[in-house]
């Protein structure tokens, strides 16, 4: 559900200037091309009303979601932010690391891949004194 409404999202956003500039053209003589065109437009406008009211209770409950859930992250950012930027100065790629396995007593492990390089740790920062 997500995806249509990502999609629908960019095809509306992506249209809304073409349609904002066929609107402020200037009305020209009636013609079966122009007529054509105008039908066409409508349709359009149709679709994506239609698109939108099919997407609204998915915008919903996205919105509900992410007031329920945004204090939740915030708070899991803070606590765990400094304890995983200090992980990630400790890695050279993710890429070269399996997925995390999770031991039946709750450890948690993260093994190297056997194809990666060799580790080479920086060199930890000469402090002066």
């Known amino acids: 559900m997500t995806r249509i409404a990502t999609a629908a999202a960019i095809a509306l956003l992506s249209a809304a200037p073409a349609m904002a500039q066929l609107e402020a053209t200037p009305e020209t003589p009636e013609t079966e091309e122009s007529e054509g ?3 066409m437009q409508e349709g359009a406008d149709l679709f994506f009303e239609g698109l939108l009211g099919e997407m609204e209770p998915a915008i919903e409950d996205f919105r509900g979601f992410a007031a329920k859930a945004g204090p939740h992250l915030r708070a899991l ?6 304890a995983l930027m200090a992980v990630l100065d400790r890695i050279d ?3 070269n690391y399996e ?11 993260i093994r190297r891949r056997p194809e990666a390089p060799p580790f080479r740790p920086d060199p930890a920062p000469e ?3």
């Open 37 to 39: 065109f105008g039908l």
């Open 99 to 109: 997925p995390p396995e999770i031991l039946p007593n709750g450890d948690i492990i």
């Open 93 to 95: 790629d993710i890429a």
């Open 77 to 82: 950012l803070s606590e765990m932010g400094p």
């Open 127 to 129: 402090i002066e004194l």
